[in-house]
């Protein structure tokens, strides 16, 4: 997807881009998604609407936003992929 909006935190806009990921089931994905995505300099908060069995939405607040390749390797370091059209 790779939609980019700005997000109002700490008095300063940061980008926010949303991605969807395959593979997920539970909170203990969400978890370890949030995690490895965390762990990526400039990310400040990861929100994951779940839809077990079927694409969940990952919303990454950053800055700098990590790029696709980043995001893509921290999603696959928690074992799940991202889905792009």
Known sequence: MG???ETEQVGRRMPTREILVS???CGHCVDAV????????????VVIALEP????KVSVTADPMPSD???DASV??????VSRP
């Not at 069995?53 to 969940?56: R, V």
């Open 23 to 25: 593979g997920m089931t």
């Open 3 to 5: 939609v980019v909006a």
């Open 34 to 45: 949030t995690a490895e995505v965390l762990r990526r300099p400039g990310v400040q908060e």
């Open 53 to 56: 069995g079927g694409l969940s």
């Open 69 to 71: 390749p980043e995001l």
């Open 76 to 81: 696959s370091a928690a074992g799940y992929s």
